[in-house]
């Protein structure tokens, strides 16, 4: 799986990162990063979460 994150509609909000540290972070500026585009299928329930949380709708997922 590929994580994606449309960065026009994403308000850095962090909910995601607060699911999945390892994956997203938001820096002190408010920028979100994807740290692991490509996480591991062990990862895959915390990343729908962040799918799910996202207030924006701005994560999703590509299947590989």
Same mark, same amino acid.
């Given at each position: 799986?590929?994580?994606?994150? *449309?960065?026009?509609?994403? $308000? %850095?909000?962090?909910?995601c990162?607060?699911?999945?540290?390892? @994956?997203?972070e938001?820096?002190?500026?408010?920028?979100?990063?994807?740290? *692991?585009?490509?996480?591991? $299928? %062990?990862?895959?329930?915390?990343?729908l979460?962040a799918?799910? @949380?996202?207030?924006?709708?701005?994560?999703?997922?590509?299947?590989d």
């Amino acid at each position: 799986m590929r994580v994606i994150v *449309n960065m026009s509609q994403c $308000e %850095s909000n962090a909910l995601c990162m607060g699911v999945a540290p390892d @994956i997203f972070e938001v820096d002190d500026d408010d920028n979100l990063t994807v740290l *692991n585009e490509t996480p591991d $299928e %062990s990862d895959r329930d915390r990343v729908l979460e962040a799918v799910r @949380i996202c207030p924006k709708q701005a994560i999703s997922i590509e299947e590989d």
